[in-house]
């Protein structure tokens, strides 16, 4: 008896449909400064957002490559900093995206004038990288700094889904 509710409670369960990829011509993406929620004490950032405006679920890469850009369009030397204890590197699964769903990321740097040598450039837009190929780009602003020459350290969890 156990066994046949058992059966029906499986046959019963709805069936997870693999879901693909992310498009970029269907994702939308969106900084927040959440009124100046990231500003403060030397160090700046922004609440980095990804929707999916498909008709259907895609997975987007829990901890995609993200790229900032100054007003001319050059990549700015940064590097993601590695959250302590997470080392070589935490494993992270892909984000599920249903349509209309959003995933978020809070994304923090060093905006002051804090180093020695201290070199300071503006950000413009920034752009989400998976792997070789540019997923999805959009207009950001701040100010990042970083040692002399090397690039700057920006903090950045996992996404996770938000709406």
Not at 32 to 61: A, K, Q, W, Y
Not at 103 to 125: F, H, K, M, N, Q
């Amino acid at each position: 008896m156990l066994a046949l509710l058992a059966m029906t409670a499986l046959a019963a369960a709805p069936a997870t449909v693999p879901a693909s990829p992310c498009r970029a011509e269907t994702l939308a993406l969106r900084t927040d400064g959440e009124n100046g929620n990231f500003d403060g004490m030397s160090h700046g950032g922004t609440r980095l957002i990804v929707r999916n405006t498909g008709s259907s679920d895609c997975l987007l890469p829990g901890l995609p490559t993200v790229i900032f850009l100054d007003a001319d369009g050059k990549t700015l030397a940064t590097e993601r900093k590695a959250p302590a204890g997470m080392h070589p590197g935490p494993v992270v699964l892909p984000v599920r995206l249903a349509p209309g769903a959003e995933a978020s990321t809070p994304l923090r740097w060093v905006s002051g004038e804090v180093y020695d040598d201290s070199r300071c450039v503006s950000i413009a837009r920034v752009r989400v990288r998976y792997g070789a190929k540019a997923l999805v780009e959009g207009p950001a602003s701040g100010r990042i700094c970083a040692p002399g020459d090397a690039p700057a350290a920006v903090e950045q969890p996992p996404l996770s889904l938000t709406k």
